[in-house]
């Protein structure tokens, strides 16, 4: 089969991000392994199996395959939310399923609690909820032997791969920046908070991070299930891995039950989204503090401050405080 068509989207803080769509079906957003690069994973096992289920989009974050490099010393957890949305809105995703393995999933469980409305699922390989789990020896490796780090660490995520491939993947400056982004990354706080049905998937065999995680995990998550399944790399076994997706599924409610934009009867049927900005409107927030807070460009805070305002009928940010504080939002 022949690779996907490479498109690409500029991020609210200007990067580009190259993405792929492969396949048809509801979608499914899978967030990028520490090493990817969407000229060559698409052939990847599991994903050729995806997308035969699934619309798949894989998509490279900044500091990796095709999309722009040189990460700053800065980059933070956030950064690579904002590449998530930005994927989002460019594809003009209503609703879809959101994947991540390992630490990546930090980055699907806070999208999934910013967009209740959009994640119908999500679907955690071997996701720690502390990103400190990430050994220091490790992350020593990378500055003491690339070459080496790169040969003990692709084939627990993508099997056997050159290295002159690997190194098209990223570089260590780069991959060194974002392990430490990471690895500084805390989601327990989080968890109450996440509504979404969790498919949480581990490999038994897998070295890197024990089952016990997956565990502790699970039972922070409310509506959670947990399948333990063979194999050593971050996926495991391909044939089981897709029955539990598949069983996981099957086991939602039909689609146009679900209503998580929809927690009680909302004023001026203003969705979750709509009603979270108005909140923050009727707090004073500029236009650029509502995007930060909710890790959203600017651009999708200008759609929702203009739906706000057609459904509920007022003309300015002085009648949206008095009509959010009339129906109980602020």
């Not at 803080?13 to 048809?24: K, L, P």
């Not at 289920?53 to 500091?63: C, T």
């Not at 491939?165 to 109450?192: N, W």
């Amino acid at each position: 089969m022949d690779a996907p068509a490479v498109q690409y989207v500029t991020t609210s803080d200007g990067y580009n991000i190259a993405c792929t769509v492969r396949g048809a079906g509801r979608p499914l957003v899978f967030i990028p392994f520490w090493f990817n690069s969407v000229q060559y994973t698409w052939n990847n096992p599991w994903f050729e199996a995806l997308a035969s289920r699934f619309g798949l989009v894989n998509y490279d974050s900044h500091g990796q395959g095709l999309s722009t490099r040189h990460l700053p010393e800065t980059t933070s957890v956030e950064d690579f939310q904002r590449d998530l949305e930005a994927v989002v809105e460019h594809l003009q995703l209503e609703r879809f399923i959101l994947s991540a393995a390992s630490i990546n999933g930090h980055v699907a469980v806070r999208y999934a609690i910013a967009h209740p409305e959009k994640v119908e699922a999500l679907i955690l390989h071997c996701c720690p909820i502390d990103g400190a789990i990430w050994p220091q020896a490790l992350f020593d490796l990378i500055d003491e032997d690339w070459n080496l780090y790169l040969r003990t660490r692709l084939p627990a995520i993508w099997g056997p791969w050159s290295l002159d491939r690997s190194k098209e993947m990223t570089t260590a400056a780069d991959y060194k920046v974002r392990v430490h982004a990471f690895r500084g990354s805390r989601i327990e706080d989080a968890l109450p908070r996440l509504v979404t049905p969790t498919l949480l998937l581990h490999a038994r065999d897998l070295v890197d991070i024990r089952q016990e995680e997956s565990v502790k995990l699970a039972a922070r998550i409310a509506n959670s299930r947990l399948a333990l399944i063979d194999g050593a790399s971050w996926l495991g076994d391909l044939a089981q891995g897709l029955r539990a997706i598949d069983d996981f599924l099957a086991g939602l409610p039909p689609r146009e039950e679900q209503s998580p934009d929809r927690p009680s009867p909302s004023p001026a049927n203003l969705s979750a989204r709509e009603i979270e900005v108005m909140r923050l409107l009727a707090a004073g927030r500029s236009n650029q503090q509502i995007a930060d807070e909710l890790v959203i460009s600017l651009n999708t805070v200008r759609r929702h401050v203009s739906n706000v305002f057609d459904k509920t009928g007022v003309a300015n940010r002085t009648e949206a405080s008095v009509y959010a504080r009339d129906h109980g939002i602020s």
